[in-house]
């Protein structure tokens, strides 16, 4: 598997993740629409002309499952149990429809489990800028990562 192992995790290792992603019409409107969002930032690019932005906005929880999906090739790709939560979930600066989104993935922390000896906890930083070197976003999200051997 292309994802690491807990020992092979180390605090301050960072990933930069390839490839950069660009935002389209069609992925927010689909996100936005089967997520069951009618927020018209999104949808209504009338409605988003007379906002703040002037312009329609991509839904946020859209560019956090791009910023965290496009990690896992490099970090957890059948490696990771599961999720562990989201915290620290900030979006600086908008994005909008035409943005490309490049990322990176910084270990922050990592411990055994106390519960769980065959698996390890580790918190991985995601942040995420635009093409104009904006950051768009930062979390962290913790992570059962499977240890060597214990698969």
Not at 59 to 69: A, H, P, Q, Y
Not at 129 to 135: A, I, V
Request: aromatic share 8%.
């Amino acid at each position: 598997m292309a994802g690491k192992y807990f020992e092979e995790l180390n605090v301050g290792d960072v990933f930069a993740h390839q490839p950069g992603r660009t935002m389209t019409e069609t992925d927010n409107l689909l996100f936005s629409t089967m997520t069951l969002n009618p927020q018209p930032l999104h949808l209504d690019a009338e409605f988003a002309a007379k906002s703040h932005f002037g312009q329609r906005l991509v839904n946020s929880i859209f560019t956090l499952g791009i910023v965290v999906g496009v990690s896992v090739g490099d970090t957890t790709l059948g490696t990771t149990v599961g999720n562990l939560g989201f915290e620290e979930v900030k979006f600086p600066k908008p994005v909008f429809i035409g943005d490309t989104l490049y990322s990176e993935t910084e270990v922050v922390a990592k411990r055994e489990s106390k519960s769980k000896p065959e698996w390890g906890i580790v918190t991985f930083e995601h942040r995420a800028k635009n093409q104009r070197g904006e950051t768009v976003l930062t979390c962290r999200r913790g992570a059962m990562m499977l240890r060597q051997g214990s698969a």
